[in-house]
């Protein structure tokens, strides 16, 4: 977590909100995220990030990098994409 001042409900919040107004699932569990970007018209999954470290997000800075990246891989067509991103 982001020195330890985000909870991973708060966490969660802001990523799934920077994505709408797709639907985004968030989900966090042992130390890593997930992040599924869906199409709430089609239901059809846009991407899908896993593997994610949550020890990366050590700053409000890298939470922004990490939503930055993520949104350019939606852009730029990467739909599925099951594994860690870049560090």
Same mark, same amino acid.
């Given at each position: *977590?982001?020195?330890?001042?985000?909870?991973?409900?708060?966490?969660?919040?802001?990523?799934?909100?920077?994505?709408?107004? *797709?639907?985004?699932?968030?989900?966090?569990?042992? /130390?890593?995220?997930?992040?599924?970007?869906?199409?709430?018209?089609?239901?059809?999954?846009?991407?899908?990030?896993?593997?994610?470290?949550?020890?990366?997000?050590?700053?409000?800075?890298?939470?922004?990098?990490?939503? =930055?990246?993520?949104?350019?891989?939606? =852009?730029? /067509?990467?739909?599925?994409?099951?594994?860690?991103?870049?560090?």
């Amino acid at each position: *977590m982001i020195a330890c001042t985000l909870s991973n409900l708060e966490l969660r919040s802001i990523i799934e909100s920077a994505f709408l107004p *797709m639907r985004c699932n968030c989900t966090i569990l042992d /130390g890593a995220m997930t992040v599924e970007v869906i199409d709430p018209v089609t239901e059809h999954v846009e991407m899908l990030a896993s593997g994610i470290a949550l020890d990366r997000l050590d700053t409000s800075r890298a939470l922004c990098e990490l939503i =930055s990246e993520l949104r350019a891989n939606l =852009s730029n /067509g990467r739909h599925l994409q099951r594994h860690a991103l870049a560090s």
